[in-house]
């Protein structure tokens, strides 16, 4: 077949455009806030401004009296209805409106339903809450000491401690520790932040009072699952539910759980009988959604003199705020967390992590992270260059001396995980070779003899993501496989509809070239929904890098049992024996005889028209799919910046990130992704915190301080890939949305403090500001 | 964010928006740009119950030379005086600073007279026309009269001004012979408010020494400051390293800033002192000094 015709079909490795974009570039796109219904009206939520009070009372008389508002619903209204409080997805509950306290600052406290968004919002103005305020937790640490107040009351245990997950061989790594050579030690603090996506949650509820049907339309990234929450919590019928989950802007991980706007939306419908949009407000997602790490990390590794590194022992404080609400696989409280020995091959690694309930908004597992996997990687690339500096040793060769080899995978962790493939030196080398290594070394040399800053930092990620095998992984117990329908035409053209649920991604392009290769039909010739539950077959959603690896595969085995059936068909229309016909070059070839041969198109239409006996009419599949492992794409990451003395400023000069996914589909999508999330790991490690005072008032809770940085800040990036497949999915795709966010964070900061490193400088938590630079700096005595 | 509800106004003369304001006392704002008292009122921390908005009354955009003064009237937008050639050739100081007030979307609506009489600390206009010795032409019940910037700003949101009052035009003093300006700017990001800034202006004699100078600050203290034993330190001197090193020092200890996310108050100092010999050696090269 010629090249053309592969152009043609734009199967796997094609930069296909993106089909969505023509909506989107032409203001087309249709999102919550787009939905409009015959009589909705309009929800506005009151928040709590104080971290930690008593509810003496709320009065609601005066917004009653604001022309326009409908209904105002407190949470004593809900624990009437039995909804004041939901599940979370960590096996912990959490208020919907606040009944007794409030526990964060920006809790929902009430809400208020009216006319018009302006009704709505004086309403929320004129609802009066009486509040006692009562003594706030902000520091993990702190709310697991003897004195602090315990926040959780509805709790048996009378403590602010969730729990203890360990991980690994304790005695096993200690007894390595004391047989080392070289100890290094680092405390080092994965701050809070969040991923802040552009669109921020909706959602209008519609409650048919006739047919007795909820239809909810919602920023949703999981809308199967969130059907099944919405049933069994609510108690509505399933059948009787529906989610929409229309185009949505963004949402890494921040769409994942079920916040209290929706359910409270879905209760004033059902009480009003008409529809009701919510509509965050930008302060609100930052203030009250799904935050992203927090992790407070103590990392230990042990080598030998020479750079053999033989253990890994790290102890982990999580600050889970006000509900354990950690939207991740319900067996794994500290998520992935263990996947923290990365790219290197050690005798022995042990890690111990505890939550904590403190005085903050509920979250953790968010921005493009499989489940902690960021953390982990940061950790453990950071603690890598900490080793270096002590050993006094090039960070390069350090880690190649360390790195899994290419011949031993399958690779079993000392933490317990099975990498199903990796070439991390291939990578490294190719990073090295694109940046000009050598001659960075010559002028960093240089630079210093000047005084001058300069610094280089290298990580070598490796991921975990696509969960995941069911009987490790589930979502409120249903198992994390996910699913791919297809159905082909009379005249050869496809509906796919899958499991998965895209927020920006591209899956209408990419899923429709999956089945363009499996199937010989033209990517333009294929259309792929998702997101409405009605229609869609069940799946688990999209985050953690799961949409490829699962639903991808579900999406090439359904292909390849429409094939399957197709063959049949093809057999029959060529007149020969199905065994004697191969699926070559897009089409049915009779083998050795490539000329006579039927397309798939040729096949679609005589299954509606010339089925051969004993075969039912039709041309359609359907797959579930549960992956065999997770799938473990890895990458290196180089780093160049020079700090201005004077300020502490830090530019980014040089940004090399080699990637390695596996089979790649769209190479131009995934270099989108990886754009993307070099600069997300750009904003965390210079500028992104959520932070609190003592009093428990947010500090980054709108974006006057909490920090986007914009085309200007942005590094230019230089990006290659190797490939190395996933040898158990069906295609070898290994999904790359969070790897570069999961492995940028530690390149960014280990190049500022190589930068520093003759000053005595080993570490500095993110975001590295100009200020801590600058102190840095005049610590070790230096000033401009 | 929905603002509360309030009453529009949107009179086609001064007069006309001078008697509203009378009428409605206290209770009135001034709407110009609206890029900073939009977002107040959309966080519910500022609720007039009338705004005034003076963008229909005619000629009160623009920026001249005219009768040996620099004239900037109180609608011309930021942006405007950073694409004026007049400012660019001839007071790179204002140019420098409008083309780093916050992004290109505040910078169309924003006004120069209106981040004045906003008094935020960390307003860049604040600074500039300290250093520049600026007056502002303001109107009121009692007709028209003069105020110096040095008697503008009282406190954080607060000046001196009347709440009958209306800004018309900014008068600053005509561009030396031998004059310099430069505005440094440190920020966290693109369209972030100033960690600190600040503008310094010098004039040089025939000698190259400094007849004039002028250095605001910005963002280091509850109004925008005047380093005034800066500005000594350099007057009758050459802008040698020394002198802008002393000057530097000075403006540094001028410098009253507060902690918060973009850094403590030593950090902040110390940027006072970074910052004003930056911007001090650039300015001093304009003039023609020896930088």
Same mark, same amino acid.
């Given at each position: ?10 199967g796997?490795?094609?930069?296909? !455009?993106? %089909? ?6 032409r ?24 971290? /930690? ?35 979370t997805l ?6 919907v ?46 709310a ?7 926040? !959780? ?7 602010? /401690?969730i729990?203890h ?7 096993a ?5 004391d047989?080392?050579?070289?100890v ?65 802007? *963004? ?34 997602n ?18 030998? %003199? ?28 500290? *998520? ?64 190649k ?6 011949? &031993? ?87 796919? !509809? ?9 899956h209408?392009t ?110 359609e ?7 065999p ?9 180089i ?5 201005? &003395? ?28 990886? /754009?993307?999330?070099?600069t ?43 490939v ?33 490193s003759p ?26 | ?23 409605? +006392? ?22 007039? +119950? ?17 009768? +040996? ?48 009489v ?8 604040g ?23 040095d ?62 100078? +002028? ?19 350099l ?13 530097s ?43």
């Amino acid at each position: 077949m010629s090249a053309t015709k592969a152009q043609d079909i734009g199967g796997l490795g094609h930069s296909v !455009r993106r %089909k969505e974009d023509a909506r989107f570039v032409r203001g087309k796109g249709r999102y919550v806030d787009d939905v409009k219904l015959k009589g909705m009206c309009y929800l506005a939520l009151v928040r709590s401004p104080y971290a /930690h009070a008593r509810l003496k009372g709320i009065d609601i008389s005066a917004a009653m009296k604001v022309p326009g508002v409908l209904a105002v619903i407190t949470g004593k209204d809900l624990e009437e209805a039995g909804l004041a409080w939901m599940p979370t997805l960590s096996h912990d509950q959490q208020m919907v409106l606040a009944t007794g306290k409030v526990l964060f600052q920006g809790q929902e406290v009430a809400a208020v339903v009216a006319e018009s968004r302006f009704a709505a919002a004086d309403g929320a103005a004129a609802v009066r809450v009486d509040y006692e305020e009562l003594p706030v937790v902000i520091d993990p640490h702190a709310a697991l000491g003897k004195d602090a107040p315990v926040l !959780r009351e509805d709790r048996d245990e009378k403590s602010n /401690h969730i729990f203890h997950w360990e991980a690994g061989d304790r005695d096993a790594t200690d007894a390595t520790f004391d047989a080392s050579d070289v100890v290094v030690t680092q405390d080092m603090v994965y701050q809070r932040c969040h991923p802040a996506p552009l669109e921020c949650c909706a959602c209008v509820a519609d409650w048919d009072t006739v047919n007795e049907k909820m239809t909810i339309y919602m920023t949703s990234q999981a809308p199967h699952a969130h059907r099944t929450l919405f049933a069994l919590v609510a108690g509505l019928p399933e059948h009787k539910i529906r989610i929409i989950s229309p185009d949505v802007g *963004g949402g890494f991980g921040n769409k994942v759980p079920i916040y209290p706007g929706y359910v409270v939306s879905a209760v004033a419908s059902l009480k009003l009988g008409r529809p009701v949009k919510w509509t965050e407000e930008r302060s609100g997602n930052l203030q009250s959604t799904g935050f992203a790490r927090d992790y407070h990390m103590h990392a230990e590794l042990a080598a030998s %003199k020479d750079g053999k590194i033989r253990a890994l022992r790290v102890k982990t404080l999580g600050d889970h705020g006000a509900f354990n609400a950690a939207a991740q696989p319900s067996k794994f409280p500290a *998520g992935f967390y263990n996947i923290c020995s990365g790219s290197y091959d050690l005798e022995n690694a042990f890690v111990e992590v505890d939550g904590a309930y403190t005085n903050k908004a509920p979250g953790g597992i968010a921005y493009r992270c499989s489940f902690r996997v960021t953390e982990a990687s940061y950790l453990i690339e950071r603690t890598v260059d900490v080793l270096a500096d002590e050993l006094g040793m090039d960070p390069a060769e350090l880690r190649k001396k360390n790195f899994i080899a290419p011949d &031993k995978f399958p690779y079993v962790t000392p933490l317990g995980w099975t990498y199903d493939s990796g070439n991390y030196a291939g990578a490294m080398d190719r990073a090295l070779e694109m940046v000009g290594y050598e001659d960075l070394l010559k002028e960093q040399e240089e630079k210093r003899g000047r005084g001058e800053l300069m610094g280089i930092g290298i990580s070598s990620f490796t991921e975990i993501v696509g969960a995941g095998p069911g009987k490790q992984c589930d979502i409120a117990g249903i198992e994390m496989f996910d699913s791919c329908e297809v159905r082909i035409h009379p005249t050869g053209k496809v509906l796919a !509809r899958i499991g998965v649920q895209t927020q920006g991604q591209g899956h209408e392009t990419t899923f429709a070239q999956i089945l363009a290769e499996e199937l010989g039909i033209p990517v333009g010739d294929i259309t792929v929904e998702h997101g409405d539950t009605d229609t869609a077959p069940y799946g688990l959603g999209t985050y953690a890098s799961r949409s490829t690896p699962v639903a991808g595969a579900a999406t090439a085995v359904a292909a390849r049992k429409v094939r399957a059936k197709a063959q049949k068909i093809a057999a029959h229309l060529l007149e020969v024996d199905e065994a004697d016909l191969e699926w070559k070059d897009y089409a049915f070839r009779v083998k050795g005889a490539p000329d006579k041969a039927k397309t798939m198109q040729d096949v679609a239409f005589a299954a509606y028209t010339n089925v051969p006996e004993g075969l039912e009419a039709g041309l359609e599949a359907v797959d579930y799919y549960d992956p065999p492992n997770m799938t473990y794409p890895f990458g290196t990451y180089i780093c160049v910046v020079d700090i201005d &003395k004077g300020t502490g400023d830090w530019k980014v000069r040089k940004f090399v990130a080699v990637d390695d996914c596996g089979t790649v589909i769209n190479p131009m999508v995934v270099e989108g992704q990886i /754009h993307g999330g070099l600069t997300e790991g750009f904003a965390i490690s210079k500028m992104q915190l959520i932070d609190y005072d003592e009093g428990g008032n947010i500090t980054g809770g709108n974006f006057m301080e909490y920090l986007i940085p914009t085309a200007v800040e942005t590094p230019h990036y230089d990006t290659d890939k190797t490939v190395t497949p996933s040898p158990h999915h069906p295609i070898g795709a290994k999904g790359v949305g969070e790897s570069p966010n999961v492995g940028s964070p530690a390149a960014f900061v280990n190049a500022v403090i190589d930068a520093l490193s003759p000053y005595g400088v080993r570490h500095i938590d993110m975001p590295i500001t100009s200020d801590k630079v600058w102190k840095a700096l005049r610590d070790a005595g230096i000033q401009d | 964010m929905i603002p509360a509800a309030f009453d529009y106004h949107a009179p086609t003369s001064l007069d006309e928006a001078l008697s509203l304001l009378a009428a409605h +006392g206290d209770e009135a704002k001034v709407l110009a740009g609206g890029q900073s008292l939009i977002p107040m009122m959309r966080f519910r921390l500022a609720e007039p +119950g009338v705004l005034v908005d003076l963008n229909h009354i005619e000629g009160m955009a623009g920026v001249t030379e005219e009768d +040996g003064h620099l004239w900037i009237g109180a609608l011309t937008r930021h942006a405007e005086v950073e694409r004026s050639d007049l400012v660019r050739k001839r007071y790179p100081l204002l140019h420098e600073a409008a083309s780093v007030i916050a992004d290109p979307i505040v910078r169309n609506r924003g006004t120069v007279a209106g981040s004045l009489v906003h008094a935020d600390p960390a307003g860049d206009w604040g600074a500039v026309m300290l250093a520049c010795g600026a007056e502002l032409e303001v109107h009121g019940p009692d007709g028209q009269r003069m105020v110096p910037i040095d008697e503008l700003f009282v406190t954080t949101f607060m000046t001196s001004l009347s709440p009958g009052d209306i800004v018309t035009g900014i008068k600053l003093p005509i561009a030396g012979k031998r004059s310099g300006g430069a505005y440094e700017k440190l920020e966290r990001k693109v369209g972030d408010f100033a960690t600190v800034a600040v503008a310094a202006r010098l004039e040089l004699d025939d000698d190259g020494v400094c007849s004039a100078a +002028g250095i605001g600050l910005t963002a280091v203290g509850a109004t925008n400051l005047r380093a005034q034993d800066a500005e000594k330190a350099l007057i009758g001197k050459k802008p040698d390293e020394a002198a802008i090193d002393a000057a530097s020092r000075a403006a540094a200890e001028a410098a009253s800033p507060t902690a918060d996310n973009r850094g403590s108050v030593e950090y902040k100092r110390d940027m006072v002192r970074v910052l004003s010999a930056r911007a001090l050696r650039r300015a001093a090269a304009h003039a023609g000094g020896e930088g």
